[in-house]
């Protein structure tokens, strides 16, 4: 193995979750290996920002291109972001990569592992396909398709092309695996290595501390988080009537959304048109201030609209795990994140879109401070002792060995 290079649209300077994710197991693989990244436009909070065309950032090799800047939540504009973007790498790439180079490429945009395929065929590299969400699966359960349009069904042909042709394949959870075994003839090409939690910059604070909670008075509530990413798959729906409904009882619990995304301007107007003054939406917030938005709930809340299960596992649970708190979790039963918080018992259950499970579920821990303490207690010390970013970078260099020793 002569180079691992990375094809990712988000890296460094990008904190969101992907351009994170991506930087930092590229940076981990660097202190042993040679390191390149191909990326597209720098981007900080996904606006594209200024930067070198060309740099090396803490032993990492960085070659950025050009792409269109269009409204991301717009379909249309990210669409052709997506294009513009992938296209403007799968041409650099095809200039710099070798045979004995492994690329690792994430299926953000959709687009970007099916050029990585033409550049495994024209240069004989192999390729680890990085699967942070599964398409067309995303699309159906967000209803953007038809399950029964052509465009669907041509794209699960295509698929399960990509996913036979790839050398090997990394899924985040036990739920991805299940999906995937279904698109692949050798599931033992498929190796689960999940993401992690922040350890070194989240900690759990006390909540009457926390200057979040001071600034919007609300130390004598019971604090319920949405943090992370208002997007599509996610329901913001379900959570904002739950809200509803706690207003009308007048109660002590209160909603606390932090974040940015497709749904958030519905949310907000949500909130605004049934006068809920239970609810507080503070958008987006920088990496550097988790630790204080992620210590400011009593309980965590991770939403999915239904069918999400094995399509995308939420990398924010770990950090929640990692401020201490509790998690309820809106999410099919064989879901990653479900499971999760049902073997470590960190939390609570509720199947997506059931309105009522999800306001019992919170009228209960609302009620048991004690036992949403212990709860959090327990998600703290995994973080710390199993979803730490080491043992992530060693089964990435496991993976690479295996590769390297297989030559194939």
């Known amino acids: 193995m002569n180079k691992v290079w990375f094809l990712t649209e988000l890296y460094y300077p990008e904190e969101t979750s992907t351009g994170y994710l991506l930087t930092k197991i590229a940076e981990g693989l660097a202190e042993k290996h040679s390191v390149g990244v191909i990326t597209g436009p720098a981007t900080k909070a996904e606006e594209v920002t200024a930067a070198p065309d060309y740099e090396v950032h803490n032993g990492v090799e960085i070659r950025r291109g050009w792409g269109t800047d269009f409204d991301k939540n717009n379909l249309f504009g990210r669409g052709v972001n997506w294009i513009t973007r992938a296209s403007s790498m799968g041409a650099r790439a095809l200039r710099i990569i070798d045979s004995d180079d492994v690329v690792v490429v994430v299926t953000n945009p959709p687009v970007l592992p099916y050029l990585t395929l033409f550049l495994k065929w024209v240069t004989g590299c192999r390729v680890v396909l990085l699967v942070h969400d599964v398409y067309p699966e995303l699309l159906t359960a967000t209803e953007v398709a038809s399950e029964e349009s052509m465009f669907v069904r041509v794209w699960h042909r295509l698929s399960r092309y990509l996913y036979n042709y790839v050398d090997r394949i990394v899924s985040l959870g036990r739920d991805m695996s299940r999906l995937l075994r279904r698109k692949v003839n050798d599931p033992d090409r498929i190796r689960r290595i999940w993401n992690w939690a922040e350890n070194d910059l989240i900690e759990p604070m006390s909540r009457g501390e926390n200057p979040l909670r001071q600034k919007y008075d609300l130390q004598e509530k019971f604090v319920v988080l949405y943090a992370g990413n208002h997007g599509r798959t996610h329901g913001i729906e379900h959570l904002a009537e739950a809200a509803r409904i706690f207003d009308e009882e007048n ?56 069918g999400m299960a094995g399509i995308s596992v939420p990398s924010r649970m770990y950090n929640h795990m990692a401020a201490g708190t509790p998690i309820l979790a809106i999410a099919d039963h064989w879901s990653e994140l479900n499971h999760v918080v049902q073997e470590e018992e960190i939390g609570w259950r509720a199947p997506p879109g059931n309105v009522d499970d999800i306001v019992s579920v919170i009228r209960y821990a609302s009620s048991n401070l004690e036992v949403c303490q212990k709860k959090g207690e327990r998600a703290a010390n995994v973080a710390k002792t199993k979803y730490d970013f080491s043992t992530v970078n060693t089964r990435y260099e496991n993976l690479l060995s295996d590769m390297n020793g297989s030559n194939s």
Request: overall charge negative; charged content about 25%.
């Open 251 to 306: 109660s002590d619990i209160h909603f606390l959304f932090a974040g940015f995304g497709a749904k958030k301007e519905w949310l907000e107007r949500y909130v605004s048109s049934h006068g809920l003054e239970n609810v507080t939406s503070i958008g987006r917030y920088a990496r550097s201030d988790q630790k204080e938005i992620l210590s400011a709930g009593d309980l965590a809340v991770i939403s999915y609209v239904p």
